[in-house]
């Protein structure tokens, strides 16, 4: 019996990727200020820094491209990708953005309606826990505590923890929370899915509170995917079906459409049937990503959109796209190499700070496992740790991740499993020599998002 999924696609078109030397891989690293996202993506031979517009795009988006409508008002184009999103969520009120932040610029800030606010999340990624600050709240994690214990199987890690969030609600006053963010699959969690069990149990907290529910859907389909495969009742049932499940349950939806939407850029607010929201949506979208019917889109974009939406709710395709990233898995934890089990939707998250206990967690461990992967394959992950967390918006201090995760994340319908092999291979060479990783210290750091932009050199 075959352990992986067949790929339900093939190949008519190839980009050239080149492995520089190792002499040239140390360089171009030190060049970047020991930071991955400053290197140049010709000097990457597998990029596995993000899945957000990085996979391949399928021949009938190519041919959507073609019919764009590119008016600047009441596009052709919108209307399509209205229809499609109205029908996949049943919400009635839809605006494109251009990625999942510039969703989020437009949406959150409406909610902060008043001083020390709060959002609450399974856990914030980092762009949303970003607005919410910049919006002048504070975010506040919620995630269920087997998501940390990485060794042992639970079918949905990205769950919320209700005891726990009842008790925020209670502490800081429901009149002050300003959302409840569902993120589905939970990114920083290892792409762990939520089931509809935890969703509909969240939901009826937030009724019962009057708390709006947002849902962070980049990665909606890889959800749904691992409910009609793990909870009981949803077997027979479509991924489109139980999609429409999750949007029944939250107010709100947000999404980056570089994920699930199968796009090079584009994003989407949706919002179930609160028209005064919509309104002051409306007129925040404006000077921010552009006229609410192309939000920062050109028309050709939001057609492609419009027909990835619907690929990406296809089982065959969501069962390779996530056997893919087990096969990954299962290699690395053979060999040993500690990683977020069982193993995500997206991506594989190594747990770095069990690689190099040696390296404290304010000298940025996942980063510098991260550039070492670099320095021996070629590879580009990313670290999603202390680093990312950043700093507390009021004391200033850096904050310490509950783990220091590197993300090795799969673009869609990009790499083969042979890649993916390598890849393996790489990292296991990396984890066999892990005691001369050394740490890293700041010569320069944003104070927003600063993981984007910093610069590094090796700690003493």
Request: hydrophobic share 40%.
């Amino acid at each position: 019996m075959r352990k992986y999924s067949l790929p339900p696609y093939k190949i008519k078109m190839v980009e050239p990727i080149e492995l520089i030397s190792r002499e040239e891989r140390i360089k171009k690293l030190k060049e970047a200020g020991y930071n991955p996202f400053r290197l140049r993506s010709e000097d990457v031979y597998i990029d596995l820094l993000t899945d957000s517009g990085t996979g391949a795009m399928s021949h009938f988006q190519w041919a959507a491209l073609m019919q764009g409508d590119e008016s600047y008002a009441g596009s052709k184009s919108f209307y399509r990708l209205e229809k499609v999103v109205k029908d996949i969520t049943g919400y009635k009120y839809i605006m494109p953005a251009h990625q999942g932040r510039g969703a989020e610029q437009v949406v959150i800030p409406e909610l902060v309606t008043k001083d020390n606010m709060y959002f609450i999340s399974n856990i914030h990624f980092d762009t949303t826990r970003a607005h919410v600050e910049i919006a002048g709240a504070r975010a506040i994690d919620c995630v269920i505590p087997e998501c940390f214990n990485l060794k042992e199987y639970h079918p949905f890690k990205g769950n919320f923890d209700l005891v726990k969030l009842e008790e925020i609600i209670l502490d800081k006053g429901q009149e002050n929370i300003a959302g409840i963010i569902m993120t589905i699959t939970n990114n920083s969690a290892g792409g762990q899915p939520v089931s509809i069990e935890n969703m509909k149990a969240v939901y009826e907290i937030a009724k019962k509170h009057s708390i709006t529910l947002l849902i962070d859907g980049a990665r909606y389909a890889e959800n749904a995917y691992y409910v009609k495969h793990r909870e009981k009742g949803f077997e027979n049932k479509t991924i489109r079906e139980i999609a429409k499940e999750a949007f029944d349950l939250a107010d709100i939806f947000l999404m980056s459409a570089k994920k699930d939407g199968l796009v090079n850029i584009g994003g989407i607010i949706a919002i179930k049937e609160d028209f005064e929201l919509f309104q002051k949506c409306q007129t925040n979208i404006v000077p921010k990503e552009g006229f609410p019917t192309y939000g920062g889109l050109a028309g050709r974009d939001m057609d492609a959109l419009a027909v990835g939406l619907g690929e990406a709710l296809e089982e065959s395709y969501l069962a390779y796209r996530i056997d893919e990233v087990k096969y990954l898995g299962d290699l690395l934890r053979d060999a040993g190499v500690p990683i977020q089990y069982p193993t995500g939707g997206h991506a594989v998250f190594v747990d770095c700070g069990e690689i190099a206990p040696h390296i404290p967690f304010n000298e940025f461990p996942a980063q510098a496992v991260s550039n070492a992967l670099y320095i021996e394959g070629g590879i580009r992950p990313v670290e999603i740790g202390s680093l990312l967390l950043g700093r507390d918006p009021d004391t200033k201090e850096n904050m310490k991740a509950d783990k220091e995760f590197m993300r090795l994340t799969i673009p869609r319908r990009t790499y083969t499993m042979e890649h993916l092999r390598y890849v393996a291979e790489s990292l296991i060479r990396v984890y066999n020599n892990r005691e001369n990783i050394k740490g890293l210290k700041f010569t320069y750091e944003s104070p927003i998002l600063r993981h984007f932009t910093a610069e590094f050199e090796p700690a003493e």
